[in-house]
C-alpha cells in the first residue's frame, strides 16, 4: 500500500450491546484485513439502543475504534454529559447553537506519518429539529482545519437523501468524503463525486437485524399500528457488521476508493 494513501474504517451506527459485541469481536480483524489506518463509529445508540454512556464508548476505543461520533439521540442519556463535554475522542454534530457543549470535530494523528485526519460530524435539518445550518457550518470548519490537514471526513446525520446529496455535491473537492448515518439501512449508491469527494448516503447499522432499525419488533409494530407510544426496548438477534472503506490520498485530500461492507450477508433463501 502507497505511503501516501490512509485507509479509514467508517463503522455505521452501533445499537446496543449487540452492535457493541460485534464491534469488539471482529473490528481488529477488519482493521488487520483491510490494513486500516483509523477507524470512525458513529455510537449514539450504543447505550442500550439509544444515547452513548462511558462504558460503551470506552468498549468501542478499546476494540480500536480512534473516534465516535453522534447524532440526535448522543444527548438521551444524561450520565453521559460530563464524558461528552470533556473527552477528545467522542463527538456531537457542530451545527448545534451555540454554547452547546461538545465538541463536533475534532483532528487527530494517523499512523505511518501520514499526518492529520479531520473529523467533523453535522445533522441534518429536513424532518429533524431545525438547528444551524450544516452547509454553512461545513464551511467554517474547513476554513479552521484547512492548514492542519489534508483529509476531512463527514458524518453527516440526516434523515433526508436529499439533504445528504446536496451536501455532497456542496462540499464536492474540498472534503474527502461525506458518509450518511441515523437512518440505520445500509445504501447502495457507494460512489466518487466529480472533484474527488467519496459518498454513501448511509452506511447503514451494526446491531441487531431481527428489529425494527434495532427496536424490538412487536414495540415498533405496536407503536405504528395503535399511532400510541410504546417503550423502546433494544432487539437482541441476528447481528450484522455495518461499514464503509474508504482510501483517500493524504496529499491531495481526494477519495481514491470507496468500498462498502456487511457482514455477515443477510440468508435469502427461506426458513425451513
Not at 451555540?98 to 494523528?109: D, F, H, L, N, S
Not at 505511518?112 to 445533522?123: E, F, H, Y
Amino acid at each position: 500500500m502507497s505511503a501516501k494513501t490512509a485507509n479509514i474504517l467508517f463503522i455505521g451506527d452501533v445499537v446496543g450491546n449487540p452492535g457493541l459485541q460485534i464491534v469488539s469481536r471482529m473490528l481488529k480483524g477488519f482493521i488487520s484485513k483491510y490494513e486500516v489506518d483509523f477507524v470512525i463509529c458513529n455510537g449514539e445508540n450504543a447505550h442500550n439502543g439509544k444515547g452513548m454512556s462511558l462504558e460503551a464508548l470506552n468498549l468501542m476505543l478499546e476494540a480500536g475504534v480512534d473516534v465516535v461520533t453522534g447524532g440526535n439521540h448522543i444527548w438521551n442519556n444524561f450520565n453521559f454529559f460530563d464524558t461528552l463535554k470533556t473527552h477528545e475522542r467522542v463527538l456531537r454534530p457542530q451545527n448545534y447553537p451555540k454554547g452547546t457543549y461538545g465538541k463536533g470535530y475534532g483532528v487527530y494523528k494517523l499512523p505511518r506519518g501520514l499526518g492529520n485526519i479531520t473529523v467533523l460530524n453535522l445533522q441534518g435539518r429536513t424532518f429533524m429539529s431545525p438547528i444551524d445550518c450544516p452547509f454553512r457550518t461545513a464551511d467554517w470548519v474547513i476554513k479552521q482545519t484547512k492548514e492542519q490537514s489534508s483529509l476531512l471526513v463527514v458524518d453527516f446525520h440526516a434523515e433526508a437523501t436529499a439533504e445528504k446529496l446536496a451536501l455532497a455535491w456542496y462540499l464536492d473537492g474540498r472534503v474527502s468524503a461525506v458518509i450518511g448515518t441515523h437512518t440505520h439501512v445500509q445504501t447502495a449508491d457507494e460512489r466518487i463525486f466529480p472533484k474527488g469527494t467519496a459518498y454513501l448516503t448511509d452506511v447503514g447499522m451494526t446491531g441487531p437485524y431481527q428489529s425494527v432499525i434495532g427496536m424490538q419488533v412487536k414495540s415498533a409494530v405496536d407503536r405504528m399500528l395503535y399511532q400510541t407510544p410504546h417503550k423502546y426496548e433494544c432487539a437482541t438477534d441476528d447481528v450484522h457488521f455495518s461499514a464503509v472503506l474508504l482510501k483517500l490520498d493524504v496529499e491531495t485530500g481526494k477519495a481514491v476508493g470507496i468500498e462498502r461492507i456487511f457482514y455477515p450477508e443477510f440468508e435469502n433463501a427461506p426458513q425451513a
